[in-house]
């Protein structure tokens, strides 16, 4: 089961395909990839991994997960004809410093706009400061290490770069969370064969679409 398609940049409702066009349409944003969030309610590893077929963005998770936290959603941003070009896995559990805490962590194509509605900014993609100086956070994927710059946004910390020619995007929720990027997140991407992952699931995140 899957939420009603929204729009990646607004959040807004979109209008399907028809006889004059293939595309889905925002009135905003016009020609959009179609977002829905995906249950994870009683679902089998079968089912986790057909969730991703299609994904031509990789699926980050951090792995392992920081010490008491769950998987609580998948977002993605695409249909059967374009196959997904922008994925969001969304996690919470404690915050370092008290409290609870969220996170998202985005993988997109340019322009898909997914990471900046999440983040609270005008979109579709980080602004021009991205790269202009030495970077706040890393990123592991494999033997490489990916930087990730700080974006100011409201009420969340929000760190972004690029990683396998796509953005990477993590907010958190408060922004006391983000003291999770001290150390670097070493990241799987669950598109990989051969990955046995027992992911624990928690209840839905109210972040994403429902």
Sequence with gaps: MSTAPTCPRCGGPVRGPNAWSSA?????????YPVRTASLRALSAEG???????AFVPVWLPWPL???WLVTGIARAGDERSGIRGCAVALSGPNPVGGPGEMLVIAEELGV???ARFAGLDGPD?????????PQALVRFGHHEFPLWHVDAPERAVFVGEAMGCWIWLVLWPDTAGMLLVEPLELRDLRDPGLD???PFGAPSPR???
């Design 197 to 199: 992952l027992d992911l």
């Design 208 to 210: 994403l679409p429902r």
């Design 24 to 32: 889905w349409q925002c009135e905003l944003h016009g020609m959009v």
């Design 126 to 134: 980080p602004g021009s400061d991205i790269a202009s100086g030495p």
């Design 113 to 115: 706009g997914l990471g």
């Design 66 to 68: 920081p010490e008491g």
């Design 48 to 54: 986790f991994r057909g969730l991703l077929r299609g």
